[in-house]
């Protein structure tokens, strides 16, 4: 009878142990391993992009979240309440909850967010008063990140 409760007692720790998380070492890459691209801290890419559209690049950041891991939907760390919503490229990486709270470098595209408001005298859009459009934009999330490849940093 002791014997049975021992050996119930082991596999119910090894089962326990077996649970656990393990940590994600440093330089574990996802997707492409990114270029040798001097990456930029996530708190400038804004400045360095000026008024471009969109900017090939590679960005350090801290993840805040991990949205979706199917896919690899995660927001980076932008500086001053702002993030970065970034997602992988290739659909078929799966990006693990762990890595919250860990600084990466991502190479891939950033792009701005468009608004409705943003240059609608362009478009013909001149109409005053009541029928105006009113976008109410996000202040805080006003860039994506299309990720080719990420590496753990720290």
């Known amino acids: 009878m002791k014997r049975l409760i021992f050996v119930v007692f082991v596999f119910c720790g090894i089962n326990c142990f077996a ?9 574990m890459v996802f997707g492409n391993k990114p270029n040798d691209i001097a990456p930029v801290p996530a708190t ?6 000026g008024k471009k559209i969109r900017q090939s690049t ?3 950041g ?3 979240t991990v949205t979706k891991e199917q896919g690899g939907w995660f927001e980076i760390d ?3 309440g702002k993030m970065i919503a970034a ?3 290739n659909y078929n990486i799966k990006l693990p909850e762990a890595i919250e709270g860990r600084t990466v470098i991502v190479e891939g595209v950033a792009q701005r967010i468009l608004t409705a408001d943003d240059l ?3 478009a013909g859009d001149t109409v005053t008063g009541t029928k105006q459009h009113h ?12 990720v080719w490849g990420l590496v753990v940093d720290k």
């Open 62 to 64: 801290k993840i805040i």
């Open 58 to 60: 590679a960005v350090v």
């Open 44 to 49: 400038k890419i804004e400045a360095l992009m």
């Open 78 to 80: 932008a500086g001053n």
């Open 87 to 89: 997602h992988f490229k």
């Open 120 to 122: 609608q005298h362009f």
């Open 135 to 146: 976008e109410k934009v996000n202040p805080k999330a006003r860039l994506t990140f299309e």
């Open 19 to 27: 649970q656990k998380h393990t940590p994600l070492p440093h330089g």
